[in-house]
């Protein structure tokens, strides 16, 4: 075909399987993706998000200049300026706050939006600009900062088993994790090595699609796993199938955490953490009996006060069994940590050292903020207590820099708008948290109108702000090499050129990978069991049920849909998704006099959304689930479930609870619904 090219690009979105993709151009236009057929893991294969991906970078809300607000803050009033004029504006106030208030009065608020290495939250994109200012550091803390503290307790680092042995597996537990939404390719592992004899269980506070296709499923009261963890262990013990030989040689504090174990009978366990007592002895017989066991553990149950703690406890299991010896045995978080490259954010060029403020603490930490600058994140959507972010976003005091693609929440309070390009428009390096491979994503196409990537933006804005140090106008491939320069032996033989000329390469580890089999990366070299008293820590639903005026506990899972709130205004996805719903008990339902399709509020103290009722089994009694994603600004009422979310700190990496919170559902009043409608 004329004018064709094939161009080989990742995926940069907020999911462990980072797809390697190939984006066909025609005469400089993009006019097919496809997931690489190639590629191990993508195996050729998009989600159903993604799939629309070309479609939504040339939608035509597409944000392709930069903006100046003229409107009150929140209505979304903007004119259209140069770069030049936009550069100016923000060089002057930038000047004038570091000048008045110092450097920390800036609040660089970096999101997952992308996770690249050169444009996104991976390699802290702008970093060195930053330090340059003196502006205040930014913890990443709203997707798994609470779990990765806790395996890193446990195991002295969060990566994990490779995905990829789930298809050696004879018992696999689906732990707070919906395969099928959030990561599915992981299920033809999976398949795998059901084909080989495996059982599958989900546990879950929902009846997931993913649950739907287990073997088995546990309902698990939100905030519980590590008190079930124990309870499983109780049972291992009861069996005498400890691995004694893998305790003594590669755990400690193996008897204190014995002792902890045995205060966690099956039947106490059960009364916590709602899962009938035989359920529980049969999945604990599996367990002590199963070699291998795959535990896949992901970011949904860690996002409660004791999300941590939850799982330190479950990385502790597979020290028990011993299945870190056995390939295909043991827990899989997150792949990061075993990724090396070298992210250089040069902290060299603070004049100080400097205060960090912590993502999901937007609302309570802006008070002596003036400038903040969003990329990569849509707070306004995203973020917990939204009715609070939203009265801080509107101070005029606040000076709001927003670099992004599409009109969110967010860019409707913003003074100036900066247009960002998109995956197929720019370089960057990528590696997946659910898997071993590097991925290089070329740009296919050029940018619409005047978007640059993010490097860019800050390489013209620290050459419009005079400044002079050489490493901020390190060009995107020299970065990239910089990246693949720390010298770790899982990144020998990956160079730039490779990665550029094959699309993704496998990081230096053996197949299958049994990283724990000999040692822990730990000062001891030895796993770590969790001290005594401190292997279940409740969440806040757990002790405030029965004394708050709130009854119900909220989960706010991923939508199939929706990532985060990426997608949240592609009308075929709004379409798919219909309006929100939420998940409600038949017994809750009869309780409150609620009907099917019905429209509610659910609401607490710190505010309310609408939701249509749907009265379902998948939920327990006394649990509702409602899915996260949406624009606030087009779903009925105006809020999404963040409303109701509040600011509280987990229990480790300062973690937010965004399934650990408790509302009470009441119908509309008559004026909430017409205006809803």
């Not at 997946?432 to 491979?437: A, F």
């Not at 105006?638 to 965004?658: H, K």
Request: aromatic fraction near 6%; glycine fraction near 10%.
């Amino acid at each position: 075909m004329s004018g064709e090219l094939r161009v080989l690009g990742a995926c940069p979105l907020d999911c462990p399987d980072t797809c390697s993709w190939i984006v066909t151009v025609e005469n400089g236009k993009a006019v097919k993706l496809r997931g690489n057929p190639d590629q191990p893991y993508t195996r050729g294969a998009l989600c159903v998000k993604v799939n629309r991906y070309l479609e939504h970078v040339q939608a035509d809300d597409r944000i392709l200049y930069p903006l100046r607000r003229t409107g009150p803050k929140g209505s979304g009033q903007f004119e259209r300026i140069t770069w030049e004029e936009a550069l100016d504006e923000i060089s002057v106030r930038l000047r004038g706050i570091v000048e008045e208030h110092g450097g920390e009065a800036i609040w660089p608020y970096l999101g997952t939006g992308t996770l690249g290495y050169l444009q996104g939250c991976e390699g802290v994109a702008g970093r060195r600009f930053w330090n340059v200012l003196g502006a205040s550091k930014h913890w990443l803390n709203i997707c798994s900062a609470a779990g990765s503290s806790g395996l890193t307790r446990t195991n002295g680092t969060a990566g994990g088993m490779d995905p990829e042995n789930f298809a050696l597996a004879k018992l696999i537990l689906l732990w707070g994790t919906n395969t099928l939404t959030s990561g599915h390719h992981l299920w033809k592992f999976i398949q795998d090595a059901r084909a080989n004899g495996a059982h599958v269980v989900a546990i879950d506070p929902i009846r997931t699609r993913t649950a739907d296709q287990a073997d088995e499923y546990l309902a698990i009261r939100p905030g519980t796993d590590a008190a079930l963890a124990l309870g499983l262990l109780n049972v291992v013990l009861a069996e005498n199938a400890q691995d004694e030989e893998f305790l003594a040689e590669h755990t400690e504090g193996w008897e204190d955490f014995r002792q902890e174990i045995l205060k966690y009978p099956v039947e106490t366990v059960a009364e916590i953490t709602g899962i009938p007592a035989e359920a529980i002895h049969s999945l604990g017989m599996r367990l002590a009996h199963t070699r291998p066991t795959a535990i896949r553990a992901t970011q949904g149950l860690q996002r409660h006060e004791g999300g941590g703690t939850a799982l330190r406890t479950i990385a502790a299991i597979p020290g028990v069994t011993g299945d870190w010896r056995h390939p295909g045995g043991g827990v899989a978080y997150s792949t990061s940590g075993h990724v090396h490259l070298d992210i250089d954010t040069r902290d060299d060029l603070l004049a100080k050292p400097v205060r960090t403020l912590v993502m999901t603490k937007l609302a309570s930490q802006l008070d002596d903020v003036k400038c903040l600058w969003v990329y990569a994140a849509n707070p306004a959507g995203s973020s917990p207590d939204a009715n609070a972010i939203r009265r801080q976003l509107a101070r005029e005091d606040l000076f709001t820099v927003v670099m992004e693609q599409f009109p969110t929440d967010t860019v409707d309070y913003a003074d100036i708008v900066l247009p960002a390009t998109m995956q197929t428009e720019h370089h960057d390096l990528h590696a997946g948290y659910g898997h071993l491979y590097l991925l290089w994503n070329e740009p296919a196409v050029a940018p619409p109108g005047e978007c640059l990537a993010t490097t860019e933006t800050f390489r013209r804005l620290a050459a419009h702000m005079g400044m002079t140090e050489p490493s901020l106008f390190d060009s995107d491939l020299e970065l990239a090499e910089q990246l693949l320069s720390s010298g770790h032996p899982s990144l020998e033989g990956v160079t730039l050129d490779r990665l550029r000329k094959e699309g993704w390469v496998r990081m230096n580890y053996p197949k299958p990978f049994t990283p724990f089999a000999e040692g822990f990366p730990t000062r001891s070299g030895k796993l770590r069991f969790p001290p005594a008293g401190k292997a279940y820590t409740p969440s806040h639903t757990t002790l405030a049920r029965g004394r708050s005026p709130y009854p119900l506990a909220l989960v706010t899972p991923a939508s199939h849909t929706f990532l985060n709130t990426i997608f949240g205004n592609n009308p075929e996805l709004r379409r798919r998704a219909k309006d929100p719903v939420v998940l409600v008990n038949p017994a809750d339902a009869a309780a409150r006099g609620l009907v099917g399709g019905q429209r509610v509020r659910v609401h607490n103290d710190g505010g309310e959304f609408l939701a249509d009722v749907e009265i379902s089994d998948r939920v327990a009694a006394g649990v509702v689930a409602s899915p996260k994603g949406r624009w606030p600004k087009l779903t009925p009422g105006g809020a999404n479930p963040n409303a109701v979310v509040a600011e509280r700190d987990g229990d480790m990496g300062r973690g937010p609870g965004f399934h650990d919170n408790l509302v009470e559902i009441s119908p509309c009043a008559a004026a909430q619904l017409s205006e809803s409608l």
